[in-house]
């Protein structure tokens, strides 16, 4: 017996007779396919989609201070400290991009990692297993010594982050302690290589610089604040919203009190790191009073170029004579 059945005839949804129109709620193929398409992101992004522009501003900023220093630190030491610091955002990222509670409003680096999951999770474990490798084959015993206190640190920021909720160690924003993490980790090479390790953790010029980082940070958490919603709630404009208000005055205010003690520092080695770091305070605090006029994507960009042009732009000035 040969069963009968009714032909349907699939058609495409643009197919409807004259005179009728689609049914509600029915879009057409063409619009479906640009609607699953994923948004082409510009070149000018993709260092910081793949986590590039933290291991530059690094690498930056130690081959500063190791000019200020007058220190000819190995090359493998660089290429160590970028490793590192990639796979840390990396592995933050991941993070991130599992924890996500409204994917559709996170940044382009979060959906990246969200999207891509299963190939940076491997290129993050290579990662990490080649940094171990070369600091233990490059780094000098003392560097070593250091760098277990620094990245204590690091766990303890990772473990905030999988189990705790609020800022840091109860009163510390995680901007300002990533900031800070992020000076010491950077400058810990040159002090390492010139034997004043004590100096590392309470100079004027490490502690001014990581002021500049975790100002970096604020910037970057108060223009992602949208993104951030739903997505990082102990990011600091979601536990205090009136940051967003005031963060414009508190960028001019830091930029105003380095420039002040940059200018009482004139005769000091260090007078180009401070006017450096001034200088990037000004040009994140002239971001954050013209933020309305652009784009959060193209603010995230902006931020970390404000922080690593200063340490191009002033570094032949090094190494500074305090005697003119």
């Not at 955002?89 to 959906?111: I, K, T, V």
């Not at 979601?238 to 105003?256: C, E, I, K, M, Y």
Request: glycine fraction near 6%.
């Amino acid at each position: 017996m040969r069963w009968i059945v009714p032909s349907r005839r699939l058609c495409p949804l643009n197919d409807v007779p004259a005179g009728q129109s689609r049914p509600a709620g029915l879009s057409s193929p063409v619009e479906d396919v640009s609607a699953l398409r994923k948004p082409q992101l510009p070149c000018w992004l993709w260092l910081n989609v793949l986590g590039l522009d933290a291991p530059l501003v690094a690498v930056a900023w130690q081959f500063f201070f190791a000019e200020a220093f007058q220190l000819n630190i190995p090359a493998s030491n660089y290429l160590v400290l970028g490793l590192i610091v990639w796979v840390i955002y990396s592995a933050d990222r991941l993070l991130d991009a599992r924890r996500l509670g409204a994917p559709e409003n996170a940044c382009a680096r979060h959906r990246f990692y969200r999207d891509w999951f299963w190939i940076m999770l491997p290129l993050t474990i290579i990662g990490l297993i080649l940094a171990v490798i070369t600091v233990l084959m490059v780094l000098p015993e003392t560097l070593l010594h250091c760098g277990v206190v620094v990245f204590l640190f690091v766990i303890v920021y990772f473990i905030h982050r999988l189990w705790v909720e609020g800022p840091m160690l109860v009163v510390v924003p995680k901007e300002v302690f990533s900031g800070m993490v992020f000076a010491i980790g950077t400058t810990l090479t040159g002090y390492a290589w010139s034997n004043d390790i004590p100096d590392a953790l309470y100079s004027p010029e490490v502690l001014w610089f990581g002021g500049l980082c975790s100002l970096n940070c604020m910037a970057i958490s108060v223009w992602e604040r949208n993104a951030d919603a739903g997505n990082d709630g102990n990011a600091l404009p979601q536990l205090w919203p009136v940051v967003v208000r005031f963060f414009p005055a508190l960028a001019w205010g830091f930029t105003v009190t380095v420039a002040v003690f940059a200018l009482m520092q004139v005769e000091s080695v260090m007078f180009p790191v401070f006017l450096a770091v001034s200088s990037g305070g000004g040009l994140l605090a002239l971001l954050a009073s013209t933020a309305s006029r652009i784009s959060p994507v193209l603010l995230r960009v902006a931020a970390d170029a404000a922080v690593i042009l200063p340490a191009l732009v002033y570094l032949p000035f090094l190494p500074w004579d305090s005697t003119i």
